[in-house]
């Protein structure tokens, strides 16, 4: 251990930081230890921690389950990141990641939203106690609904959201619920049923209901059904490389996620920003 790691290491001790086996930890030289708070944190063996926008607050527990790699994230009071990778992304109060995940730029995770183990995510937001279960793959996408940790949207377990095309696009982040009710926490839960997944772009409204094993291709921004049968009807065609179909649908659903994600980003950005103005 070089000399610079031990002294942080050292100082972070001292200033309460629980690190049970301090030999096994790496704190890159740009990290601030005056950004992360020695009320209550914990950071278990094999954990690396790096990025001078990094911040941590206090209850805060790290690599529990399995060592963690965190690179420029501000982490929230009492968050468990218990196992993986993360990278440029927000975690409010009590959210929490199991052993596996992969959490890479541009992720909010709100207050006590949480996902099981083995969970991918990227340019994603989950609102308030939003849950994913394990061996999910969750990138782009905005996902709300639920009024508390009893009544709360969720993602079966092998969920995927496909935000790929055959033309290599990317344009297809998917809008399940809405800022503007969704910060209320009094809508219907959504629920997207395990063994199943959702083609981007997609709309679904508050109440939506997508059967288990049932990959779904359109919108229903009504909300309030159960969706059974997202089987294309169409036949067997040639595919051809460059043409785009419903391009109006696709343009639209783009535009109203960067619409509202944009607005919640900035500002839960100025909260986040805020902290640093707290002693930790």
């Known amino acids: 251990m070089d000399y610079q790691n031990s002294e942080k290491i050292r100082l972070l001790l001292e200033k ?18 005056g950004r992360i708070s020695g009320d209550g944190v914990v950071i278990y063996g094999g954990c690396k921690i790096y990025g001078k926008k990094t911040l941590i607050m206090p209850g805060t527990k790290i690599g529990y389950e399995s060592p963690v790699t965190i690179e420029d994230c501000q982490i929230g009071p009492n968050v468990e990141l218990k196992g993986g990778f993360f990278s440029n992304s927000t975690f409010l109060e009590k959210a929490n990641m199991a052993y596996g995940a992969q959490v890479r730029d541009a992720c909010i995770l709100e207050e006590e939203a949480n996902g099981a183990h083995v969970v991918g ?6 609102f308030p106690f939003v849950t994913l279960g394990s061996l999910i793959n969750f990138c782009d996408c905005l996902m709300a609904g639920g009024t508390s940790r009893r009544s709360h949207s969720e993602v079966g377990s092998s969920y995927i959201h496909f935000n790929y095309t055959p033309n290599q696009d990317k344009a297809t982040a998917s809008l399940i619920g809405d800022v503007p009710r969704g910060v209320m926490l009094n809508q219907k839960p959504i629920f997207l049923g395990g063994q199943g997944g959702l083609v981007g772009p997609s709309r679904l409204g508050y109440g ?9 291709r359109g919108d229903c921004p009504e909300g309030g059904k159960l969706l059974i049968d997202g089987r294309i009807k169409k036949t067997n065609s040639v595919f051809y490389p460059g043409i785009y179909w419903n391009i109006e649908r696709r343009i639209l659903n783009n535009m109203d996620l960067l619409q509202i994600s944009w607005s919640r980003l900035r500002l839960k950005s100025y909260f986040i920003n805020d902290f640093s103005r707290y002693s930790v």
């Open 16 to 33: 309460g930081v629980k690190i049970p086996t301090p030999l096994t930890v790496e704190f890159g030289e740009e990290v601030e230890i």
């Open 121 to 126: 995510l990227k340019h994603t937001i989950l």
């Open 208 to 216: 939506t209901v997508i059967a288990a094993g049932v990959i779904y």
